[in-house]
């Protein structure tokens, strides 16, 4: 414990010393100059006498820390805190009274307390464009499949062809990008304005849509491509390009979170993310077809020709979204380097040794891989589930996965308002203990509807206490000259983890049956709480936050 005099003087005492009638803690005084810095490393003065300590306490030149003096009439101190505190006794002098700290320990807990919540972080200009943003490009990212199962089913599907082989090619479209783009787009977006980049990529991605009827109408009469009709291989390289820069516009946009987001409000900015996010899975998915069928009939209504008022909506809200994210202000420093071309694989690589030294941030990122994997198994999985279920066809598995969509609501709303106050290692244990029951639930009651529903619902409650935490973890931990690159790296890693469940889960169901799948994943998700937990608890930081989040 430090405290200076008014000669600039260290007082170094122990931080469990206490002034009594005991023998006195040794105190020694380093006189130091105007920067810090002691004049002479050799000058020490040892005070090791109860009567020297208090004459010097006593003097009017002694100033605590906390700018304070304490005169002769103020000596009674207590153990507490650390360190030493004024004893409540009344005084004449102008020590600080019990009186005087109250009004601004009130201060400073109303002050915390006003800071929970959503309504602080809705009061940011600035998040608030961000999330007006998101809200536009996301329901467009959901309904942008809805549109192209629409495009085939009135185009290019012929008589007793199956629509899955057209819908499997345009998921391939969109996955290969997401793959191949990920990691290289997160090292452009480090070097260039994240605002620019937000803006472009949905003016960009609106406009590729709003092209669609176009190129179509122009398409009509070329020859096949590998016996695939001329337009259908637009709408494959529509959608390549979609999500190209799809890649670009994610890593910049949880870059831009702790840009203009306030430390402290970190957790209630990310809550309010994933629960717009999972509400537009929702909504997208659910009245997706809906929402293009009434925009053709306004389309029809205007006086439009042609069935292409779908296409307006996806295109529309793409191009609101950019022009919405133009109110942004980032406040980012213009860095010489940022005009470089930029060295992709050097800085993957400077990237991969930042991951490999930050114990916290590749445990936080292993953690969010391993509940995505979870997620997309249980999306294959959930058309079994719906097998199984007397009353519900395979095709209605959507119905159990909205469950999920409304927990993870339900759980990012309560980490918005009260995760503030908990440790973010405990809420991912307790997270991952929780699905991990989800899904032994599942695995014993896969037969009984409502329970089916309650267990997804917990599933994703529970999950989102470790998806918000996580991510906030990253974006606090990450400086912003790296946040581009690893949420690029996240990103990449994400989409590839999440293919292999896609394609295995039901292959694993098929062989080992629907309990054994759902057992191992649990036992994954616990695996991953305890690497966290474990990971923080061993990691030596002298961050104070990154302590108290552990």
């Not at 309560?414 to 405990?426: D, I, K, P, V």
Request: charged fraction near 15%; aromatic fraction near 8%.
């Amino acid at each position: 414990m430090e405290w200076s005099d008014s000669d600039n003087k260290t007082i170094i005492m122990s931080t469990h010393a206490t002034l009594s009638q005991a023998k006195p803690k040794q105190v020694k005084v380093e006189p130091q100059n105007g920067n810090g810095k002691p004049k002479n490393g050799k000058e020490e003065t040892q005070m090791q006498t109860k009567g020297d300590l208090k004459n010097f306490l006593a003097s009017e030149s002694f100033i605590p820390a906390s700018g304070k003096s304490l005169n002769s009439q103020q000596q009674n101190v207590v153990p507490g805190n650390n360190g030493l505190i004024p004893s409540t006794s009344p005084s004449n002098g102008s020590a600080v009274t019990e009186a005087k700290v109250a009004p601004k320990t009130n201060e400073i807990e109303q002050e915390e307390e006003s800071s929970v919540g959503f309504i602080p972080v809705l009061k940011n200009r600035n998040f608030l464009a961000l999330w007006s943003g998101q809200v536009f490009s996301q329901l467009a990212d959901k309904v942008y499949l809805v549109l192209m199962i629409a495009l085939i089913d009135t185009q290019f599907q012929v008589g007793s062809q199956t629509i899955s082989t057209w819908v499997s090619a345009i998921m391939m479209a969109f996955t290969i990008p997401a793959m191949l783009f990920g990691s290289f787009a997160g090292v452009f977006v480090d070097r260039w304005s994240k605002r620019t980049v937000l803006v472009w990529t949905n003016l960009f991605r609106g406009f590729l849509v709003l092209s669609i009827p176009t190129l179509l109408w122009f398409s009509q009469d070329w020859i096949s491509l590998a016996s695939l009709p001329a337009g259908f291989c637009i709408l494959l390289v529509v959608t390549f390009l979609v999500s190209t820069l799809t890649q670009f516009f994610a890593p910049a946009e949880q870059a831009a979170i702790p840009m203009i987001v306030e430390r402290r409000h970190l957790l209630s900015a990310n809550s309010l993310y994933t629960t717009t996010m999972m509400a537009l899975v929702v909504i997208g998915f659910a009245v997706g077809e809906p929402l293009l069928a009434l925009a053709d009939s306004l389309w029809l209504n205007l006086g439009g020709e042609g069935n292409i008022g779908k296409e307006f909506l996806v295109g529309g809200s793409y191009a609101i979204a950019g022009l919405l994210l133009i109110l942004l202000k980032t406040h980012e420093k213009v860095n010489p380097q940022d005009h470089e071309a930029p060295h992709v694989l050097a800085d993957l690589r400077e990237a991969w040794r930042y991951l490999s030294h930050e114990k916290r941030v590749r445990s936080a990122l292993l953690q969010l891989i391993i509940l995505f994997s979870v997620f997309a198994a249980l999306s294959v999985l959930a058309v079994r589930l719906a097998e199984l279920i007397p009353g519900l066809k395979p095709s209605q598995f959507g119905f159990l996965m909205s469950a999920g969509g409304v927990g993870i609501g339900i759980g990012s709303a309560f980490l918005g308002n009260f995760g503030q106050r908990l440790s973010h290692t405990w809420l991912s244990l307790c997270g991952s203990l929780g699905v991990a029951a989800a899904l032994i639930g599942l695995a014993l009651l896969p037969h009984h509807l409502w329970l089916v529903l309650l267990l997804v619902m917990i599933l994703g409650t529970f999950g989102s206490l470790v998806a918000v935490p996580m991510q906030t973890t990253i974006q606090r931990e990450t400086p912003s000259e790296m946040r581009g690159k690893v949420f690029g790296l996240q990103n990449n890693a994400i989409n590839i983890a999440m293919s292999l469940p896609l394609a295995l889960a039901g292959v694993a169901e098929t062989f080992f049956g629907l309990n054994a799948v759902f057992l191992t994943l649990a036992a994954a998700a616990i695996a991953g709480g305890l690497f966290t937990w474990y990971s923080c608890n061993t990691s030596s930081h002298t961050n104070t936050q990154f302590n108290q989040d552990c």
